[in-house]
């Protein structure tokens, strides 16, 4: 009979797995990356819009639309005759105690809110004018005179009052 070699079964050899390059973290996370540059951008965007608006035209073309007038029900007209008898007295101090830039500064001045309400905890009022172009517009001074003047006028231990323009975005703030 014929030799016959048993031989034991042959065992393969581990192949040697080269090494999978190290990928960044930003490779890894590409979905998240691209998320947060979304959010950033967005962030980014509404800071230097102002917050935004509807109608944004700063352009001052006058194409801007107003909302139509509403109806005003019993206690709206109290609440109109009380806004423009506080931004009387408002007046009426500036022209007895302010400065001259502060007096024509405060002959822009259409509505005061809150200016009677007050608590010295939180105090916070309103004061319209007709001013355009917001903080960044050429108005923004004497924003802040109007400011100055309401301090003088109101004195509360811890009150911000903040002025808007005729579109209703804010043209200064101040404590008073």
Do not use: C
């Amino acid at each position: 009979m014929g030799d016959t070699v048993h031989t034991a079964p042959q065992q393969s050899m581990p192949q040697a797995v080269p090494p999978q390059p190290q990928r960044s973290w930003f490779a890894r996370h590409k979905v998240l990356t691209a998320v947060g540059a979304l959010i950033a951008v967005g962030v980014i965007g509404g800071i230097a819009s102002g917050g935004g608006k509807e109608s944004e035209d700063s352009g001052g073309s006058g194409t801007a639309v107003s909302a139509p007038r509403k109806k005003t029900e019993p206690g709206q007209a109290d609440a109109k005759s009380a806004d423009r008898s506080q931004a009387r007295e408002f007046a009426d101090f500036v022209a007895k105690n302010g400065t001259p830039p502060e007096k024509a500064a405060v002959g822009h001045v259409t509505k005061v809110q809150g200016a009677d309400e007050q608590n010295d905890v939180l105090d916070s009022a309103e004061v319209w004018t007709d001013y355009t172009g917001g903080m960044m517009g050429p108005h923004a001074s004497d924003g802040k005179l109007i400011a100055s003047a309401f301090a003088d006028w109101k004195n509360s231990e811890n009150g911000l009052v903040t002025v808007y323009d005729a579109e209703g975005e804010i043209l200064s703030n101040g404590n008073f």
